[in-house]
């Protein structure tokens, strides 16, 4: 049998196993083993097991992980995004589509401190959710206008998925969050441009409102944390300090801004880092199973026979990054982004890399990850699984949740609108990467 077939059995194994609902990093570690014994035999597998955790765990990139993670539990916990949205919804409100503008502009913000799309969206599902249903929203649309700007968590940097892609790939996590920025941007101007045509085509659906909040008492309560992200996203880009260092220093103020506002106590904190402890828990066993699995499609050697094949296609560049984008937004409407993210990248990058787009080859790379990562956006909020979509449906009691999919189809539209425009002007993702470096 040779290393492709075996390969492409070991694909198939895992999208079964994954289908009878294994957890996925297990999933991949299992059928990366099975793979890599296959090839080697079980002593070199056992020394290669010896060895690997450690170096890929012992990586001080990846302290950034539970950090930031951890800056964004503290600011879950502090009641920050309640506060965000209230002073949002005091200067947003009053015009049709106000409130759900100001949902997406406080996730926004948020997306600068939490860096998790599903943390995101489970936080606003019960700061926003209510207010939007007691002012008169139509429960389907708010629904989607949550979940979607739950997509600015990973879309505005810092960004978890980002991380993950620059592990992968060996990029300056930098310059990817810098190149992040004005696409993460563009997803809020759009998105707001959404919820403005709904609300002239269904007034009743998005109503004007009267906040009866102060919108500058709001202000002053998150002005803090808002510094915070401003602090930490600027000390990065202008190389103030490290990424990992910028983590802990975002870590570190919202912990002190929440115990000085008096929301963080004992019980909120260890939540917090429990919360954290989990999340990093299971994306550690994702990043340990996609190596061993990487590992076996490297012996299978079909990343590079893949590679060779697609550039000697004779397909223009374009065409093969449309295709893998169209089928990243596949697969991200079915499974976990992460997981997808890891699984595929050993054998999209190195075709990525041996085509020629007219840029050097980091910016080449750079862009890349940003198409990724707005791929993965979309791929959150699109059905049949839309992962942000069954958090709000799970926590939006009433609303089914094929109301929410109908409501998040236009921004689904105008997200790919987006995506073509960075995709055809590379130029947006890497303006910043070239006048910052």
Known sequence: MSGTTTAIIG??????????????GLAMLLTGSVGYISFMGLAPFLSYMKSTPYHLFANYTLSIIPLFILMGAFAERSGLSADLFRAAAGFFGRRKGGLGMAVIGASTLFGAICGSSVATTATFSRAALPELRRYGYDPA?????????????????????????????????????????????????????????????????????????TARGHWRAIWPAVLVAVVVVGGIYGGVFTPTEGAAVGAVAMLIIGVARRTLGLAEIRTSLLQTAETTGMIFLILLGAEVFNSFLALSRLPANAAEAIASSGFPPLAILAMFLALYIVLGAVMD?????????????????????????????????????????????????????????????????????????????????????????????????????
Not at 14 to 19: K, P, S, T, V, Y
Not at 171 to 186: E, Y
Not at 390 to 419: E, H, Q, S
């Open 141 to 213: 649309l708010a629904g989607a206008t949550v979940a979607v700007g739950g997509t600015l968590g990973i879309l505005i940097p810092p960004s978890v998925i980002l991380v993950v892609y620059a592990l992968a790939t060996e990029q300056n996590i930098v310059k990817l969050f810098q190149a992040a920025l004005i696409p993460g941007l563009l997803a809020t101007l759009f998105h707001c441009l959404v919820l403005g045509w709904v609300a002239r085509r269904d007034p009743v659906a998005a109503p004007a409102v009267e906040v009866d909040e």
């Open 11 to 24: 694909f198939a194994v895992l999208l079964l196993l994954i289908a009878i609902r294994m957890p996925i």
């Open 337 to 437: 982004e992460l997981a997808m993210i890891l699984l595929t990248l050993p054998v999209f990058f190195p075709v990525i890399s041996a085509l020629d787009f007219g840029l050097p080859a980091e910016e080449a790379a750079i862009w890349f990850g940003i198409l990724v990562l707005i791929v993965v956006g979309i791929g959150l909020v699109t059905p049949p699984i839309g992962l942000n979509v069954f958090v709000v449906g799970a926590l939006a009691k009433g609303v089914p949740i094929t109301a929410i999919y109908r409501r998040v189809l236009p921004f689904i539209a105008i997200d790919i609108v987006r995506l073509l425009v960075v995709t055809a002007f590379p130029v947006l993702a890497l303006v910043l990467v070239r006048v910052l470096n």
